[in-house]
């Protein structure tokens, strides 16, 4: 059938999705009462119409500019730079962080013919040069991966000499963790970003 194949390869192409579960999906569908596969096509369709990036920091918004950037309380001399989107989701979860955001939309990656011009850096460098207050402190919060080092030693070369502080986010021992299981790269970072108790 070429209709239920179509949907099958459709959902193939999502993130994570192997091939039974994306037969999975698609069964669901093709059972599904009609107002449910309505509501999910409709759901899509809005999506795509609504959401842009935001002009600020080019996360996703539905409104002119995203809910943080247009939020009053947050602090606008702290500048966390993050990959993606969902990136700033697990920051927020914590709660421990109230400034702003710039989202790359990637990491410079050599291999895969990504270059500091294939994603939001020139874009950061203007807001830093042009923000309305002095951004006092960068925190560079890219994957722990190498293309999230190459990013962030990139990052802290071009941002030298335009904001007061460059940092990057620790990384290494997980709460709630044993040494012994812990793999060595990660117990190396940990040992290098140590802090004074």
Partial sequence: MKSLDRLIKAFRRLPGVGPRQAERFALHYLRAPESEVAEFTNALLKMRENVHYCPICFSYSEGA???????????????????????????????????????????????????????????????VQNSPSEIREVIIATNPDTEGETTSLYLADVLRGLVGKITRIGYGMPLGGHIDYIDEMTLAHALKGRTKI
Avoid: Q
């Fill in 65 to 127: 500019v995203c809910e943080i950037c247009s939020d009053d309380t947050r602090d606008n001399t702290l500048l966390c730079v993050v990959e993606e989107p969902k990136d700033i989701e697990a920051i927020e979860k914590t709660r421990s962080y109230n400034g702003t955001y710039h989202v790359l939309h990637g990491s410079i990656s050599p291999i895969e013919g990504r270059t500091a011009d294939s994603i939001k850096i020139k874009e950061l460098i203007e807001r």
